[in-house]
């Protein structure tokens, strides 16, 4: 039997959401995110929707909080998602793909000036605080941010429709560098589809552990590599050996739910 | 388990870190690749005083720990000292790493061109563990970014091209990789340039000694069209490299 590497935070404000999810009536559900006209979105990794979920749900559940405690542990959040799978520590692996681009998209590297802070308060005396614009961690530089330019952006889910269309409401940027008019939020769309696929086209549609894919028979190619599967997606504690979106699965020809 | 760093640090024979390695507590993975580790370095205390953007780089636990092999490609990212991290690498698991360069005319037998790297690890190296790292400007963000595939359908290239507004990785099929350079390569040898190749090959119609036969532009164009809106395209395009002239 193994150990497992951790286990889950649970927070009591989310006790009532977690009750109010059971009774909650989920279905296969396209979300559609339209940005503003020209706005882009920036950032090296997917954006995903039980991410994005988990951040409202914290936000609405628990309002003027401070930050989580940092830990190597993941927080459960009660998304209104479907669990599809749970590993052996109960980390959940929901029934949801990353945003995807739809129509023409074009790719950018976005600069952006990191310029010199002017230390009006601190510099001069032996001691203070001088920043210099050419050398150190304060000096001035220039950041390259990858950025896509896209007609729209869907992500696939199994969820409850109402619950996902009020949470996501609220959400007016997504992604990297909001503050510079990246992911500028026009309108969301959440509508009914026939089924959510986790296998389409011989492909992944979403990040899967390799426990998962034991757990479902699923054969897919090459060996595991370290991936981010539940929110938060970004965080290393968090990985477990298993195959990214859009790795090829053998003799399956759609996994729907 | 092998990560982008293992593989960088142990294919290209990174020094190892001076200080020795403290012990982590218990459940401490990397704080860059995820990977468990027992022992490591701070983060925090490998960054110097000049390090940036420590937020993302460390995924946001600047007081977790880091691998050996991670510290080893940090300390190897000295634009002033040993910066081979930050360069372009293609380096197996069985600890075979080059550091290619993109010309031709400046690769040697030690740092091979691209466009021959590239055929040349095919399908010798098929299904092996790989990290691929493309970059026309060597930057040291570039490698806790990469990711470690199999060399096959679907590897993991990181590609940095700041001219093609490339900045990210791509996952590409290695022999579609291959058929596509062919074909630019080939395009590109008939004395056309990379722009028209990136976009339309029947621009070379208007310059005058330059165009050649149009139907032969026009079944060049037929062929590179679908191509262009491949994952293979930018990183093909940026590889291709004109025939090596013999000397009378």
Not at chain 1, 33 to 48: C, I, K, R, T, Y
Not at chain 1, 191 to 215: D, K, M, N, Q, S
Not at chain 2, 208 to 215: A, E, F, I, K, L
Request: glycine fraction near 8%; include cysteine.
């Amino acid at each position: 039997m193994t150990t497992p590497r951790s286990s889950r935070v649970a927070l009591p404000a989310f006790a009532p959401w977690f009750a109010a999810l059971i009774d909650l009536p989920m279905r296969p559900l396209r979300v559609t995110l339209h940005l503003q006209p020209g706005a882009s979105l920036a950032g090296n990794d997917a954006l995903q929707l039980d991410n994005l979920l988990a951040r409202r749900v914290l936000d609405v559940a628990i309002p003027d909080r401070g930050p989580l405690d940092d830990t190597p542990l993941g927080y459960e959040f009660p998304i209104p998602l479907r669990v599809v799978w749970r590993a052996d520590d109960g980390l959940p692996l929901y029934a949801a793909t990353p945003f995807v681009p739809v129509g023409t998209t074009a790719t950018d590297i976005a600069y952006l000036h990191k310029r010199q802070q002017t230390g009006a308060w601190t510099r001069g005396g032996r001691a203070g605080f001088a920043p210099r614009p050419a050398s150190g961690r304060w000096a001035e530089r220039r950041q390259g941010i990858r950025s896509v330019l896209a007609e729209a952006w869907t992500a696939d889910c199994i969820g409850h429709q109402d619950t996902i269309a009020e949470l996501l409401r609220a959400v007016v940027h997504v992604g990297k560098k909001r503050g510079h008019g990246f992911g500028a939020v026009a309108r969301w769309e959440i509508a009914p589809i026939p089924a959510w696929h986790l296998v389409r086209a011989g492909r992944l549609t979403r990040p899967v552990p390799a426990l998962a894919a034991t757990r479902w028979s699923l054969c897919v190619e090459g060996e595991p590599a370290l991936v981010g599967w539940t929110p938060p997606q970004w965080k290393p504690s968090l990985f477990r050996p298993g195959w990214w979106a859009g790795a090829r699965v053998h003799d399956v020809e759609a996994l729907a739910c | 388990m092998l990560s982008p760093t293992d593989l960088i640090a142990e294919g290209l024979r990174l020094s190892a870190v001076p200080e020795p390695p403290v012990p982590c507590p218990p459940h401490t993975v990397d704080a860059i690749t995820g990977v468990p580790i027992t022992e490591g370095y701070v983060a925090h205390q490998l960054a110097g005083a000049n390090t940036v953007e420590f937020l993302e780089t460390f995924r946001g636990n600047q007081h977790g720990y880091v691998s050996v092999n991670t510290a080893r490609c940090w300390r190897a990212q000295n634009p002033r000292g040993d910066n081979r991290a930050s360069r372009s690498v293609l380096a197996f698991g069985d600890g075979t790493a080059w550091l290619p360069m993109i010309a031709r005319d400046t690769a040697t037998t030690e740092r091979p061109c691209w466009s021959d790297l590239v055929r040349q690890v095919w399908p010798a190296r098929a299904g092996q563990p790989c990290v691929a790292i493309v970059t026309t400007d060597q930057k040291k963000r570039l490698w806790p970014r990469a990711r470690a595939t199999q060399l096959g359908d679907r590897t993991a290239v990181y590609l940095y091209n700041p001219e093609s507004r490339d900045d990210g990785v791509r996952f590409v099929d290695w022999p579609s990789l291959i058929a596509c350079l062919d074909l630019v390569e080939t395009v590109y040898g008939a004395g056309l340039v990379k722009p028209w190749i990136a976009t339309n090959v029947l621009a070379a119609l208007a310059q005058r000694g330059r165009g050649g036969d149009p139907r032969t532009l026009l079944a060049w164009e037929r062929a590179l069209a679908p191509w262009r809106v491949t994952e293979e395209f930018p990183l093909a395009l940026l590889l291709a490299q004109k025939p090596t002239k013999e000397i009378p």
